[in-house]
């Protein structure tokens, strides 16, 4: 996005607390992609809106968004999936630290399988947030569809990829892969029968999907 606008957003964010500086910093320090910080406002403000009581989370890494989610709606029970043990355990770190252990429930697994688990005991959910691996995200999805509560919303992170989903051009070996599976999600999604969906250019690119 262009840096002027990028620059003038970033300044006129809501102020945020010290313990989010704080993780903010710890994720820069070990590379962990969480939303940045326009990003994540605008899913706060989705979360002040929609005033969802039960939240569901796939991929919470150091535990960043689900916290910020919580400072968004303190009422809500959010359960979120994250795989990787390092980041599983500094999510715990930071849960505790924060005391949201009541708020917070985080499931140490394979959201394929955890979101299968959810499904049989019968859980639903208003908003779901996929924040995963981007080439499973229509997986994901469809997974999350039973999980979702009527009138509930599914947003996707990262559905522009920095920008590359959208260059007919981009060719790059690392990223090919994953980008085209990006862009056949997205054309599935916008075409879902069940959903209306809008894709938006803030962050990283965000899909806001609502079930009719
Ligand atoms: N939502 C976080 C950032 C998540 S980064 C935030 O904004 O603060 C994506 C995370 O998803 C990574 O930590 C990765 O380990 C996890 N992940 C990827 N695929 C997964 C899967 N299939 N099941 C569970 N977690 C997964
Ligand atoms: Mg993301």
């Not at 535990?63 to 994250?82: H, K, Q």
């Not at 981009?170 to 980008?179: E, G, I, L, N, Q």
């Not at 250019?201 to 899909?207: K, S």
């Amino acid at each position: 996005m262009d840096e002027q606008l990028l620059n003038y957003l970033n300044r006129h964010l809501p102020p945020s607390e010290d313990w989010v500086k704080d993780i903010e910093q710890q994720a820069h320090i070990d590379r962990v992609p969480i939303m940045d910080s326009i990003g994540i406002n605008f899913l706060m403000q989705l979360i002040r809106l929609s005033k969802p009581k039960r939240i569901l989370e796939i991929g919470a890494a150091i535990g960043y968004s689900a916290l910020r989610m919580s400072e968004a709606n303190p009422e809500a029970t959010i359960t979120t999936i994250e795989r990787d043990d390092k980041r599983y355990q500094q999510a715990i770190e930071n849960i505790t630290k924060n005391n949201k252990e009541a708020a917070i429930n985080i499931i140490h697994g394979d959201a394929i399988e955890e979101l299968t688990r959810l499904a049989e005991s019968n859980n639903t959910y208003d908003f779901i947030f996929i924040d995963a691996a981007k080439g499973s995200y229509k997986r994901f999805f469809e997974l999350c569809f039973p999980l979702l509560a009527d009138q509930g919303v599914i947003i996707s992170d990262n559905v522009l990829f920095r920008g590359y989903v959208l260059d007919p051009n981009f060719d790059h070996p690392r990223y090919k892969k994953m980008v085209e599976k990006i862009r056949s999600y997205n054309e599935w999604l916008v075409n879902h029968p069940s959903f209306i969906t809008t894709i938006l250019p803030i962050g990283d690119g965000v899909a806001i999907s609502y079930k009719k």
